[in-house]
């Protein structure tokens, strides 16, 4: 049973410009999730997908945004790069709703902006 | 809104000595609390769990009871191995309509043989 997977692994990148990463969730999963981990830090919640809609959004720039595919799969995209955007993308996968609901983790994707 | 306070680290061990790790947390209504394990170059695991009160979630040897008078979630575990070396990141979920997982800053535990 494949887990959560995100490609690229790393990436690097010049500030301005744009970046596409990308998401497979576990087997069975169809609802997706972005974080941002900055080094030293926990990940920050970006936004969620369930049915190809956003379903809830955190504290990020509309220069982020994404999109879900009917497989579920799942796009992250960042316009016009700012340093400060280097960090760990991860996704994150789950079944259904609630609160007690878990959400399993990609390897992520390591983006460095220069 | 929701926020997650874990002890300052990083913390050093020696091989089978006792872990404690301290999380505490700040939610509006009654969330679901989470120990992620994230090991070097690698993403996130799901340690354990607990979903109410007085409950006890428990994973390889590692245990956390949901104590709602004292809105903690510690992670402990009676003899620590080399390779539980990790980042260790308590996690909640407030459920209505909140899907999205809120950390902690992560604690560095390094085990010494």
């Known amino acids: 049973d494949a887990g959560v997977t995100q490609s690229p692994t790393h990436l690097i990148k010049t500030r301005g410009q744009q970046v596409t990463l990308r998401c497979s969730p576990k087997?069975?999963?169809?609802?997706v999730s972005w974080y941002q981990q900055a080094l030293g830090q926990g990940p920050q919640f970006i936004f969620q997908?369930?049915?190809?809609?956003?379903?809830q959004r955190g504290n990020f720039p509309d220069r982020f945004s994404g999109h879900q595919f009917p497989n579920y799969s799942s796009e992250l995209n960042v316009n016009a790069l700012l340093l400060g955007d280097s960090a760990l993308y991860l996704c994150?996968?789950?079944f259904g709703q609630g609160r007690s609901y878990e959400q399993y983790f990609g390897p992520g994707t390591r983006l460095t902006v220069t | 809104g929701d926020s997650v306070t874990q002890m300052e680290g990083p913390v050093t061990l020696s091989e089978e000595a006792f872990l404690t790790i301290n999380c505490t947390y700040t939610a509006t209504g009654y969330p679901s609390l989470f120990w992620y394990v994230q090991y070097p170059g690698e993403g996130l695991q799901l340690l354990l769990k607990?979903?109410?009160?007085?409950d006890k979630g428990s994973n390889k040897g590692f245990e956390a009871t949901y104590r709602k008078e004292t809105t903690s979630f510690h992670l402990e575990k009676g003899s620590v191995q080399v390779s539980d070396s990790a980042v260790y990141f308590c996690?909640?979920?407030?459920?209505?309509?909140?899907?999205?997982?809120?950390f902690g800053k992560g604690t560095l535990l390094t085990v010494n043989p």
């Open positions: 997908y369930y049915e190809e809609e956003e379903r």
């Open positions: 994150a996968s789950s």
């Open positions: 996690a909640l979920n407030s459920g209505g309509s909140n899907y999205k997982l809120t």
């Open positions: 607990a979903t109410k009160a007085d």
């Open positions: 087997s069975g999963h169809d609802t």
